[in-house]
């Protein structure tokens, strides 16, 4: 696991919750760590849109999303490097509520970013190998989806 370590820690709040003292299993998390899949965005690119079945988790690892309702033209939220998108709506069976536009990480300086600010990279897990992965750890599964529908919810709400 010792070379996964770096996205273990890019990541680790998909796989852990300090405040309700849960983590994942480090089998679970093996499993989803050695997967990745590396899609690289255009700033500006749609990664998800509207009404799209969402075929991926989307970790993103360079960069980062906004998250836009273009049906009221609003900009709800930006998703910062670290952050993950696509879980909640894979394990509801939903497809995608909002438009997912790759966008530099508004909480990276700019000599941080300079290398890498017109693209976003996400690492993808596939929805069925994640809802494979899910299933074999149940406990974690319903705590995954209980946060995903908090998530969603939250978004819903931002929008108003």
């Keep these: 696991m010792s070379m ?3 996205y273990y820690r890019k990541f680790f709040f998909f796989f852990n ?6 983590s994942a299993d ?10 990745f899949d590396c899609q690289v965005y255009i700033k500006g690119t749609k990664i998800l849109t509207m009404g799209q079945k969402v ?12 998250v836009a309702d273009p049906l009221l033209g609003i900009n709800i939220t930006d998703l910062c490097e ?26 990276r ?6 290398d890498n600010i017109d693209t976003t990279w996400c690492l993808t897990i596939p929805a069925a190998y994640f809802i494979n992965l899910c299933n ?4 974690f ?20």
């Design 4 to 6: 996964l370590q770096p």
């Design 17 to 22: 919750d300090v405040q309700e003292g849960i």
């Design 26 to 35: 480090l089998v679970f998390i093996r499993k989803a760590l050695q997967i």
């Design 55 to 66: 075929m991926n988790v989307f970790f993103c690892y360079t960069n980062g999303a906004r």
């Design 82 to 107: 670290g952050s993950f998108f696509g879980d909640y709506q894979i394990l509801l069976g939903i497809d995608s509520t909002f438009d997912y536009e790759a966008t530099p990480d508004i909480k």
């Design 109 to 114: 300086s700019v000599s941080d970013s300079k």
């Design 136 to 139: 074999e750890f149940p406990e």
């Design 141 to 160: 599964r319903s705590y995954l989806t209980s946060r995903g529908k908090k998530r969603r919810s939250f978004l819903l709400f931002t929008k108003r």
